[in-house]
C-alpha cells in the first residue's frame, strides 16, 4: 500500500480515463472504474444521512477536520461548508481525484488537503474532529489509532458496521460487552447516534451501520495500554467463566512468570525465584474479591481495580 502523503493533487494525479461526471447534486455516483469492492469503501448516496453526520459533529468555523476514506466527497463538501479546513486521507487515487475535481475551482478548494495513502500507516496531521464513513476492514486499528492521537481531539463522528458499533458502545451485561468495549471505554465516552441502512451506500454492503461519537477522555487515565489490554485479552477470550477459570488457562502463569522477570530487569528489582505464581496469582483474586466475578458483568472500574491488585504484587500482563 502507498503511504499517505500531505502532498495535495494535481492534475497529474487524475486518472488516465475520464471517469462520468457526477452531476451537480450532492449525492455523486460511484464511478464504474472505482473498485470499491478491493478497498472496502461504500459510498455514501443519501444526502440527508451526510447532513445529519456532519451536523452530529457540531462543526465550528476554527476547527481542522480529518476525514478518513472521503470517496468522492459526499462528506467532504459539507465538511467544508462548515470547518476551517479538511484533511481527507484516501487510498484509491481515483477517488481522491474524484473528490478534487469537485472541489475545483470552488472557494473549498484551498481548504481541502487530500493525502493519498493508507490510514492506519499515515503521518496524522493535527485536527480538531474526525469524521469517517470507516471502511470496515480498518475499523478496529481507526478507532485505537485515534484514541492514541495526541494532541486529544475534541470528537470523533465514524460510521462502522453495526455489529462493531454495537460492540463499542457496549456495557457490562449487554450481549456485546467484550474486549473491545472495555479497551475503548477506557479512554472515551461512547455513544450510538444513528443508525444507516444499507440502501444508503453504493454499492449497498451485506450489513447494516451506524454511527457513533467518542469523545476521548482528556485527560486519559494513567494506564499503560498494552496492561489493560494484556488483562482484557485473557479475560474476555471466554467473558462468561469466572475470572479464576481463564486466569488458570494454559500458558497463563508461565506468561506471568516470564513479564515478571522482565519487570525486573527494566526496573533493576531481584528476580524473587521463589514465587509460586498460581499461589499468587489465586490469593491476589480471593483478596480481591474478583475470583468468582465473570468479565461479562465486569465494569472497567472492576478492571482497573483488579489490574491494580495485580500491579500491587508484581503481578504484570504486558
Known sequence: MPRATSEKFSRFHAPSAKPKSSGSGNVGT????????????HILKNPRVAQGIVD???LRPTDIVLEV???TGNLTVRILERAKQCTAIELDPRMAAELVKRVQGKPEQKKLNVMIGDFVK????????????????????LVFRLLSHRPIFRCAIL???REFALRLVARPGDKFWGRLSANAQLYAKIDHIMKVGKDNFRPPPQVESSVVR???????????????DGLTRLLFSRRNRTVHANLRAKGVYSMLEANYKTWCSQ???????SIDFKTRVEGILEESGFREQRPAKMDI??????LHAFHENGIHFA
Open 56 to 58: 452530529k459533529a457540531n
Open 122 to 141: 499515515a503521518q496524522l496531521p493535527y485536527f480538531d474532529v474526525c469524521i469517517s464513513n470507516t471502511p470496515y476492514k480498518i475499523s478496529s486499528p
Open 301 to 306: 472500574n472492576d478492571l482497573l481495580k483488579l
Open 267 to 273: 526496573n533493576d528489582k531481584t528476580v524473587d525465584q
Open 69 to 71: 476514506g472521503p470517496g
Open 30 to 41: 460511484a464511478n464504474p472504474l472505482f473498485n470499491v469492492e478491493k478497498f472496502g469503501q
Open 159 to 161: 460510521m462502522f458496521q
Open 214 to 228: 467518542i469523545v476521548p477522555l482528556d485527560p486519559p487515565p494513567p494506564i499503560r495500554f498494552e496492561e489493560f
